[in-house]
């Protein structure tokens, strides 16, 4: 879970890798027509892609998915427990859920001018969002809760929580301390005295890290937070992401990993600052940018996806698995990174003239959802249709060979598509 620091991003670079990325990802991931956006146009249908390409999880298009009234509100935070539901908050007190397919339009939770600045899901029927006043709204699975202050004593700007069941939080704030669920009610807790924690993520009830703005990391182990931990002398940390081992990703000025009990620093991985993180295994991990970029954690190393995102700060990621991740930024956009359906079938068998005939495509990969089938070159058989489930029937008419290009998308919009050829004998 993150939440911004406040410092300004300095001149970014280029490179070819990043330009390659963000073209690779576009030629790659396509944009459904119900998204609002314009997808790649093809004069001609392309090669079907190789097996091994098609079944590369890639960032889609950037699409905006928080724009009430006409307004723009920085997205602050994103959780996907899973695959097939996310939860996103913004700092204008707005709250979204993906369900599979589509976000929700924001809806208006928190009427004060502070707004959400971290969301955290256990499970796709409980999430935690909490604001910088103080408060949190619970979602339930239906519907979020009216919000209510964690702490009663005081108004304390909340920067990140961290959920990993539905019996477990934890909050942390900009004046060092720290509120945990129990499953019932909220306590209080000093991480440390004149601390600004920016970022908490925890693995389970006994196990904890929190970031804080001086480049520190506080460790709680079910019964106390540790002492101050300079791991980032003289940088920031504005985001953490752990999970079981455990491993831990620390990102801001650097792009810190924690391998059981030893913090490793891997040096700027990027000329400006980090602002978001998440992991999905030790083997596994991505940040963002200042400027739109990511980078993933992938055989013990850091190295750069590419440009994903131009022109706006990555603020939230979220993955629950390596095939699939969510992000948010500043500019209220959301984009996934998962693996696009690959047609599997590889050839359909020969039709008679003026008899039955019925055959279906089979696939694998793709977000969680039904996929939707259609033909974008050549032409079926007369008397046969394709349906949008992605079967072919009906009685062809005439004999010959007749070749068709069909295209496969999932509930995301991305796609692949292949050529096939029917033949109808006598």
Known sequence: MTRRSGRQPVARFSTVAGAVGAVAALLLVGASAASGTSGLREATPPRARPAA????????YVLPIDRPSGSVPAIASVSCP?????????????????KGRTWSRPANLDVDT??????????????????ADGFESTWNGARWSVTRSIDTAESTPERSVSCPTVSFCAVVDQYGSGDFW????????????????????????????????GGAVYTWNGSKWSKRRDIDPGGTITSVSCVKGPFCVAAGSDAETLKGSTWTAHGPISKVD????????PQFCVVGD???DTYVWAGGRWSLQGTIDPDATISGLSCPSKLFCSAVDSNGNGLFWARPPLITTLKLPDATKSQRYVTEFSTEGGATGPCAWHRVAGGLPRGLTLSVDGEISGTPKAAGTFHFFVRVSDPLGQHSQRRFEIEVNT
């Open 53 to 60: 390409v098609a079944t590369l999880p890639n960032w889609g």
């Open 274 to 281: 980090l602002e978001s993180a998440a992991c999905a295994s």
């Open 290 to 292: 200042y400027v739109g």
């Open 182 to 213: 129990n499953g019932k009610k909220w306590t209080k807790m000093t991480v440390a005295v004149g601390g600004d924690e920016q970022a908490v993520s925890c693995v389970s009830s006994s196990f904890c890290v929190a970031g804080d703005i």
């Open 82 to 98: 899973t695959e097939s539901f996310c939860a996103a908050v913004d700092n204008s007190g707005n709250v979204l859920v993906f």
């Open 114 to 131: 502070y707004g959400f600045t971290s969301v955290s899901c256990a499970t796709r029927k409980f999430c935690v969002a909490v604001d």
